[in-house]
């Protein structure tokens, strides 16, 4: 495998429920992050990780709580949502420390809270 | 803070017509400029970049110029295709930050008719 993978790809919940979301690099990337995607507002970072830890959080609600166990896996966990969290949650890497990178992102997971 | 604004969508072409997206770019210091498309159901894949002022980036026939003195950096290709049809964003990141920590437009949506 290759590239920045995601799972599920599609994923609906009660908002009573517990969940997780995915993410897996196989680029030798150190740095992961989360960003969420809603209709009509631009990309929003959440998280940040690099080397494994959490260099960023931004403002967001304790209901999303993320795990990053090694460098090449990245969780969320999702309790008690609402319905405004559904939105499609977009995992990225990088490598930092090397010159003339970027980011690469994976397929997103597709979230309804219902 | 730092900020990205990009012309509102959708946008409607014929195919082998001209395009522009523009994108203009607010930061303190000097940042990196990216633009990522998002074709239906997918991720967020890097189309192209530019580092300092006036670098180009080019990919695929798409053009985009980092333009210091109007904070600009406008996504130009001369001839679309119906393949082209996603949805484009403009991008920033502080170079003293993170690569993937990055500042978004709220994108614009391109469709080509044949």
């Known amino acids: 495998e290759t590239g920045v993978t995601q799972t599920p790809r599609h994923l609906v919940m009660g908002m009573t429920n517990k969940k997780s979301l995915k993410c897996e690099q196989h680029?030798?990337?150190?740095?992961m992050y989360w960003y969420k995607q809603s209709a009509k507002k631009p990309l929003e970072l959440m998280f940040v990780?690099?080397?494994?830890?959490?260099?960023e959080n931004n403002s967001v609600p304790s209901r999303f709580s993320p795990e990053c166990p090694n460098s090449s896996h990245l969780f969320l966990h999702l309790h008690t949502l609402q319905p405004e969290d559904s939105a499609l949650y977009l995992c990225?890497?990088?490598?930092?420390?090397?010159?003339?990178?970027?980011?690469?992102f994976g397929q997103g997971t597709r979230l309804t809270v219902v | 803070g730092d900020s990205v604004t990009q012309m509102e969508g959708p946008v409607t072409l014929s195919e082998e017509a001209f395009l522009t997206i523009n994108c203009t770019y607010t930061?303190?210091?000097?940042?990196?400029l990216f633009w990522y498309v998002q074709y239906p159901g997918e991720g967020l894949q890097l189309l192209l970049k530019?580092?300092?002022?006036?670098d180009k980036g080019s990919n695929k026939g798409f053009e985009a110029t980092y333009r210091k003195e109007t904070t600009s950096f406008h996504l130009e290709k001369g001839s679309v295709q119906v393949s082209d049809s996603a949805v484009y964003f403009c991008?920033?990141?502080?170079?003293?930050?993170?690569?993937?920590?990055?500042?978004f437009g709220k994108g614009t949506k391109l469709s080509v008719k044949p």
């Open positions: 990225a890497s990088s490598h930092e420390g090397l010159p003339n990178t970027e980011a690469f």
């Open positions: 680029l030798g990337h150190n740095a």
């Open positions: 990780y690099n080397f494994k830890e959490q260099t």
């Open positions: 930061a303190t210091g000097y940042p990196s």
């Open positions: 530019a580092t300092k002022a006036d």
């Open positions: 991008a920033l990141s502080d170079n003293g930050g993170s690569q993937g920590n990055l500042i």
